[in-house]
T-cell receptor, first 117, second 113 residues
């Protein structure tokens, strides 16, 4: 397994501003993912962030809005840019300690609760 | 593309009742299947998994069997407890999705004393 921490745990932001969310893992992992969970909804994949390559974004998510950094095997950041109230969600990072295998489980951070006013 | 369909919630049961939460999937490849649980105010936790047809995943009294013929992975527990109250998510992963998880909408379970 892996222990994952996220900062901040929650924030209230004004529209038009940006927030950077940090994800720290206690071990080196290749595959890291960022998800969004809108209120009362399921989790939707934003992007896959593998170290050494550009992040891969899912349909409906773009780099200008959600830039991602992955400087090493234990850390990643997700920025929510030019925020609007529709961005109010829980943002979660997850890791797959055993890479490249569909059966390998993913472990999730505690999430960052974002409210945009 | 791949997708996961779960039964709609909320599900309300009395303590010691039998639980079934239905989950069916659509996938072009050979996915692995998972159940995750989100307790109130907590993060998402892996509950159980199965990686191939006829595999049975089990944990904490919960079970689910990977049924390829019916493309299903129903979650069951013989006797639920109040502490099982949570939201349960069925999910799949395969190489087509780059091993990211594709989640169902979640089923909220409330167990009353």
């Amino acid at each position: 397994s892996a222990v994952i921490s996220q900062k901040p745990s929650r924030d209230i932001c004004q529209r038009g501003t940006s927030l950077t969310i940090q994800c720290q893992v206690d071990s080196q992992v290749t595959m890291m993912f960022w998800y969004r969970q809108q209120p009362g909804q399921s989790l939707t994949l934003i992007a896959t962030a593998n170290q050494g390559s550009e992040a891969t974004y899912e349909s409906g998510f773009v780099i200008d809005k959600f830039p991602i950094s992955r400087p090493n095997l234990t850390f990643s950041t997700l920025t929510v840019s030019n925020m609007s109230p529709e961005d109010s969600s829980i943002y979660l990072c997850s890791v797959q300690p055993i890479s490249g295998t569909s059966g390998a489980p993913q472990y999730f951070g505690p999430g960052t609760r974002l409210l945009v006013l | 593309g791949d997708s996961v369909t779960q039964m709609e919630g909320p599900v309300t049961l009395s303590e010691e009742a039998f639980l079934t939460i239905n989950c069916t999937y659509t996938a072009t490849g050979y996915p692995s299947l998972f159940w995750y649980v989100q307790y109130p105010g907590e993060g998402l936790q892996l509950l159980l998994k199965a990686t191939k047809a006829d595999d049975k995943g089990s944990n904490k009294g919960f079970e689910a069997t990977y049924r390829k013929e019916t493309t299903s992975f129903h979650l069951e527990k013989g006797s639920v407890q109040v502490s099982d109250s949570a939201v349960y998510f069925c999910a799949l992963s395969d190489s087509n999705s780059g091993y990211a998880l594709n989640f169902g909408k979640g089923t909220s379970l409330l167990v009353t004393p």
